[in-house]
């Protein structure tokens, strides 16, 4: 079966970094999105990893080991409007997004 | 800037009941899908669409039918409501590639009794 794994709840300080971690196990491999959604409202597009490495865009970075089937989000310099859910998402060999069940960051003052 | 607008944003209704979920999107994009999200699991797909006129099944298509009539609307029919139903619903539409983010709507929440 096709699986992605998330922590559900996560919690840091404002001003600090925290490191989202994601771990897949899919029939193939397509490229690895994470979402932003918060509470009430659509998820909305953060990063696209396909190949082996960082992407850097802003505050926020995305990580990517094929091979290892692992995934991370770095956000940095957290601010309260970062308290919301993230979501991993892997595009299949049939190229169809399977979801994880989401991390709930909470930021704290 | 619309974007993907989803109609109605709340419903209730009773078991056995019919009804239309539809999703209007302005980008010009060819795919659309619809999701159910429910607590503590991953978003669900429910059907798809690869353009005008075509439909395809997603993971959990059954008590489900849509139609992609015009390449902007993708509608999602429930023709006999059950209380597994209860979830909020997100429309979500792309352009054509691997590597192209899909845009969500905003939901619609529905309750099913």
């Known amino acids: 079966g096709q699986n992605i794994d998330q922590p559900t709840e996560m919690t840091a300080t404002e001003g600090a970094i925290v490191q989202i971690n994601c771990t897949y196990q899919t029939s193939g491999f397509n490229g690895l999105f994470w979402y932003q959604q918060h509470a009430g409202e659509a998820p909305t597009f953060l990063s696209y990893n396909v190949l082996d490495g960082l992407e850097e865009k802003g505050r926020f970075s995305s990580f990517l080991s094929r091979s290892k089937g692992y995934s991370y989000l770095l956000l940095k310099e957290l601010q309260m409007k970062d308290s919301a859910s993230y979501l991993c998402a892997v595009r299949d060999s049939n190229y169809q997004l399977i979801w994880g069940a989401g991390t709930k960051l909470i930021i704290k003052p | 800037n619309a974007g993907v607008t989803q109609t109605p944003k709340f419903r209730v209704l009773k078991t056995g009941q019919s009804m239309t979920l539809l999703c209007a999107q302005d980008?010009?994009?060819?795919?659309m899908y619809w999701y159910r999200q429910d607590p503590g699991m991953g978003l669900r797909l429910i059907h798809y669409s690869v353009g005008e006129g075509t439909t395809a099944k997603g993971e959990v298509p059954d008590g489900y039918n849509v139609s992609r009539l015009k390449k902007q609307n993708f509608l999602l029919g429930l023709e006999s409501a059950a209380p597994s139903q209860t979830s909020v619903y997100f429309c979500?539409?792309?352009?054509?590639?691997?590597?192209?983010?899909?845009?969500f709507g905003d939901g619609t929440r529905l309750s099913i009794l």
């Open positions: 979500a539409s792309s352009y054509e590639g691997a590597v192209q983010p899909q845009h």
């Open positions: 980008m010009n994009h060819e795919y």
